[in-house]
């Protein structure tokens, strides 16, 4: 329990929770599948009393083996009366999820056995509901999960698309905790030479250069660091969806183009200029990555409509949180404006901005992409010409025209965006991550920055220093934790998990 500052590697008041947490767990139950009628459910046992509910719902005339499937009659504790036929088994500890002794009732899924299941159980002594994540929690307390297996188990349970699923399954299985375990590790490597050098340099055979060599090695750890900070957010908008803000001057065909995305009429679209007052949104699964779309109103410099000015101020609003903005362009105002190159496209794109009141600093750091929408409208020579301008996805929303090859080239540009969730190079997924990562290169650059050859300041002082580093790193994996980190983790966790 005790790290080699002779620290507590959790702080006193969560190794008091968890004492007392050990000492008098009470042994949970709860439906671990969905809730309502299905063909099999699953109910889940786990605690010290495990072996005696299960002796209590099927009897004691037969061991049962550990991971076997036995299919059993399950019988209520106190009627003996039948409430199912189902399958039956028996994970003792510590080989469980929980580490705990642990067993499952696979039963049919309707409402009226999961009742009875659930009522057969409460009148067990010792067995009590669990509670939100409780089952997870109890996996994390007994060293089968850290902190960001947990968070990439809820992520997994969460998941809507196949590269979510993936990146999620990749941290479940420990992709970031050995990452981070290994920065860690070498930390507290350096930490433990500095404290040597600090109590024994005048008194034994320590090397001159221990402090040099030191020093690369943070170096080292500072810079993998910062690579795994610079991902753009990858991780992260792969997780939470791709914010896309939708665009344009009123009437280009914004609606449109979300209800041509949605397949269903969820923007209302007429020939009227400023229809859409507010911002309409939507998350869809486009090859495996989520996008949340948002349908905002048509900018213009001025209006006398109060409303639309509303809805004007909402679509800035969204287009500052966005993380890809769509413009959206009229194919016959480029016609009308005989844009037929890359310069009179830029002078017309330019000018087009400055109308929709869009600045560099609104889109600073934001992706943009430009859609040409109405190709309907143009000839196939002047469609020719259109498309040979860089960067530009053209399309008919009316007419549904080059709808594939728009969503094969949207695809590509989300794969940019998002990566691709790989083993050996995990991304960064949640915000706490980043900031308790953020906080440890702080702390390692404050150490490097005051050491020099010739002038070294009060060393003992200097090591706090690699000493917050790594509690920074403890606090993402769950090594030093505190009830509110735990309670952010855990909360999203449904009953049953």
Request: glycine share 6%; hydrophobic share 40%.
């Amino acid at each position: 329990m005790y790290n080699i500052f002779g620290n507590l590697l959790i702080s006193p008041k969560f190794y008091c929770i968890w004492t007392r947490f050990r000492s008098s767990a009470n042994t949970i139950y709860s439906l671990s599948s969905a809730y309502g009628k299905c063909g099999v459910s699953v109910i889940r046992v786990s605690g010290p009393q495990t072996r005696k509910a299960l002796r209590a719902i099927v009897g004691n005339r037969h061991e049962l083996k550990e991971r076997h499937a036995y299919l059993k009659s399950l019988r209520h504790p106190k009627s003996n009366e039948i409430i199912d036929k189902g399958l039956v088994l028996w994970f003792p500890g510590p080989a469980s999820f929980t580490g705990e002794d642990s067993c499952e009732f696979q039963v049919h899924g309707s409402l009226a056995v999961i009742a009875a299941m659930m009522e057969a159980l409460g009148h067990i002594s010792g067995l009590r509901p669990a509670t939100p994540g409780e089952f997870t929690k109890r996996a994390f307390f007994g060293n089968k999960l850290d902190l960001t297996e947990v968070e990439g188990l809820a992520d997994l349970i969460h998941a809507e698309t196949e590269a979510q699923r993936k990146q999620a399954l990749l941290q479940s299985t420990g992709s970031l905790s050995r990452l981070y375990d290994n920065w860690r590790k070498r930390l507290i490597r350096c930490a433990a030479h500095l404290e040597a050098y600090i109590d024994f340099a005048e008194d034994e055979n320590i090397e001159d250069d221990v402090i040099v060599k030191l020093t690369e090695e943070l170096k080292k750890i500072q810079s993998e660091i910062r690579e795994h900070l610079n991902d753009q957010r990858q991780g992260e908008m792969l997780r939470d969806g791709v914010r896309t803000a939708i665009i344009g001057a009123p009437n280009v065909g914004k609606s449109s183009f979300l209800n041509l995305m949605c397949q269903r009429d969820l923007s209302i679209v007429t020939e009227m200029a400023g229809t859409t007052r507010d911002v309409i949104e939507s998350t869809h699964n486009i090859g495996g990555y989520p996008v949340r779309f948002s349908d905002t109103a048509g900018l213009r410099l001025s209006t006398d409509d109060k409303v639309e000015k509303q809805g004007i101020l909402k679509a800035m609003n969204c287009v500052h949180e966005a993380d890809l903005v769509l413009i959206m362009l009229d194919a016959g105002h480029l016609k009308k404006t005989k844009v037929n190159d890359v310069k009179s496209f830029e002078i017309h794109l330019n000018k087009y901005l400055q109308e929709l009141d869009l600045n560099e600093e609104i889109l600073a750091n934001k992706r943009i992409q430009i859609i040409i929408n109405k190709i309907d409208l143009l000839s196939e020579d002047e469609l020719a010409k259109i498309q040979q301008l860089p960067n530009i996805f053209v399309i008919s929303c009316r007419e549904k025209k080059n709808l594939n090859i728009f969503l094969s080239q949207f695809e590509n540009l989300l794969k940019e965006l998002c990566g691709i969730p790989l083993p050996e190079a995990p991304r960064l997924t949640h915000a706490r991550y980043r900031l308790h990562l953020d906080r440890c290169i702080d702390h390692i650059h404050v150490f490097l920055s005051e050491y020099s050859p010739d002038i070294f300041p009060d060393i003992a002082i200097s090591a706090q220093k690699l000493r917050h580093a790594v509690k920074d790193i403890e606090r993402i994996t769950g090594h030093v934790s505190t009830d509110d980190i735990l309670d952010v983790v855990f909360k999203d966790f449904c009953i049953g998990k």
